[in-house]
């Protein structure tokens, strides 16, 4: 029953997360959808960690395929935080939406973050059962 309790509770904070990306985009003040690219980074985001941990056979040492998994990640992540402040410093978008988007983006990555800490062990509730 805890497995069901951290799914609601994660789709919960998720869907918050998107609440503050799309509330950055269609705010009639700011009105702009540009920020909507960091969708792809969501979505990019757990790829090489999913490919690290079905590729790696040891769940307890560090390996090279593992840490290049973590740098790539590590990069996403950070690409999904600047390119709201790069279309920010070109006025393409207002910076007020750049701090709604940013919240958002904070918001998904914790969630992304504890879908990995609850799902990732090998016990009944695995996200590879999915």
Do not use: H
């Not at 985009?25 to 969501?42: D, Q, R």
Request: with cysteine.
């Amino acid at each position: 029953m805890a497995g069901i309790k951290a799914l609601v509770g994660l789709s919960f904070s998720g869907a918050i997360g998107l609440t503050f990306l799309l509330l950055g985009c269609a705010i009639e003040t700011y009105g702009v959808y540009w920020p909507m690219f960091v969708l792809i980074f969501y979505v990019l985001s757990p790829i090489p960690t999913f490919i690290s941990r079905r590729l790696s056979d040891d769940s307890e040492s560090s390996n090279a395929c593992r840490e290049l998994a973590y740098f790539l990640t590590t990069g996403i992540v950070v690409s999904s935080f600047g390119l709201p402040i790069v279309l920010a410093r070109t006025n393409t978008i207002k910076w007020g939406a750049c701090g709604l988007v940013m919240t958002g983006n904070a918001v998904i990555f914790l969630t992304i973050l504890g879908f990995f800490i609850v799902f990732g062990g090998g016990d009944d509730w695995s996200w590879e059962q999915w």
